[in-house]
């Protein structure tokens, strides 16, 4: 994204409550346009009422939201007409062929019929649907209808797709495809909201990424960014001489040792500063290391360190 252009997604202190029970606890947002944006959370923490305030199937219950340039309440069918939704649940008519749904989906956006055939057979190319154009969507592969599900969602050419959790219960194999598809997307200039409940994926996929808990944003960033915020990062040294182990030993300071396996566990911020200047230590003491790897938190432990405390801090990594 360029300084000029606008963000494809903005919220200010979105709310939303049922009774007493509160869902949003004043969120903010600034999702950039031409990126994934992945939003994180356990079961029932906002993400899917987050996805559908800002798809205008729910009202919020206060704050300010803009999306693909235009005011979610009011403008909502301009907001609609920018966007595409893929929800948990696929919305593919299973009587229907999978040539048949792109063609009502192609109906509903008021595609011409040359249009419309143009577009159906073009998403059918680039989704791999060959097999499921001609069949029933009801006798497709669970990888297969998500592509499907997909595909209809693109029918309209949206510029911001929301995808609340959409490789839910897909073989490891469908979901890298599904991957590759938001790949693909996103450097044609799509932008889009991913919700998920495998960190890898987000990891996988995120350019930026928010933690839900509670109602609130209570970390944003990088994935990187993130987690170098939690604890647990560390080089592993190991050593040949168990006299080059001592010796590391003085040289770094705050370790944890391995006599045994001839190996030292020293903290790490994940940086290449620390790294570096890690290595000079050892370099000024001619410490001999016979090998080295660094291991960092990844999304499980900064999901699993910020979630669950209805009294943490938000945290912000920019």
Not at 185 to 204: K, M, N, R, S
Not at 242 to 258: C, F, H, I, M
Not at 296 to 311: K, M, Q
Request: charged letters at 25%.
């Amino acid at each position: 994204m360029t300084p000029s252009t606008p963000p494809a997604i903005t919220a200010t202190g979105l709310r939303k409550s049922y009774g007493d029970h509160v869902v949003l606890d004043g969120i903010d947002l600034d999702v950039p346009a031409g990126t994934v944006f992945s939003l994180l959370g356990a079961n029932g923490a906002g993400k899917t009422t987050t996805v559908k305030i800002l798809s205008t199937l729910i009202r919020a219950g206060g704050g300010s939201a803009r999306v693909a340039g235009h005011d979610l309440a009011g403008d909502p069918d301009a907001v609609r007409a920018a966007i595409g939704v893929t929800g948990q649940f696929s919305a593919v008519d299973n009587l229907l062929t999978g040539r048949e749904n792109l063609r009502l989906m192609a109906d509903l956006h008021h595609l011409g019929r040359a249009e419309g055939r143009r577009r159906v057979a073009e998403l059918v190319e680039r989704f791999d649907l060959v097999e499921a154009a001609g069949k029933p969507a009801a006798t497709c592969s669970g990888g297969m209808r998500r592509r499907l599900d997909l595909a209809m969602t693109l029918v309209g050419s949206p510029r911001v797709i929301f995808l609340d959790e959409p490789t839910t219960g897909l073989d490891p194999r469908s979901r890298r495809s599904m991957w590759r598809i938001v790949r693909e997307l996103v450097a044609g200039g799509v932008t889009i909201f991913l919700t998920t409940q495998y960190l890898e994926e987000a990891d996988e996929l995120a350019d930026l990424v928010a933690v839900l808990d509670h109602g609130r944003i209570v970390a944003q960033g990088t994935p990187d960014e993130l987690k170098r915020r939690v604890p647990g990062g560390h080089v592993l040294l190991r050593f040949t001489d168990p006299r080059d182990l001592e010796s590391a030993a003085r040289a770094v300071g705050r370790a944890s040792r391995d006599s045994d396996a001839l190996a030292l566990r020293v903290p790490h911020d994940g940086s290449l500063r620390s790294l570096k200047a890690l290595l000079g230590r050892l370099d000024e003491d001619a410490v001999q290391v016979d090998s080295l790897s660094v291991h960092s938190p990844d999304l499980d432990d900064v999901f699993l360190a910020l979630t669950g405390n209805p009294d943490h801090e938000k945290v912000t990594a920019r």
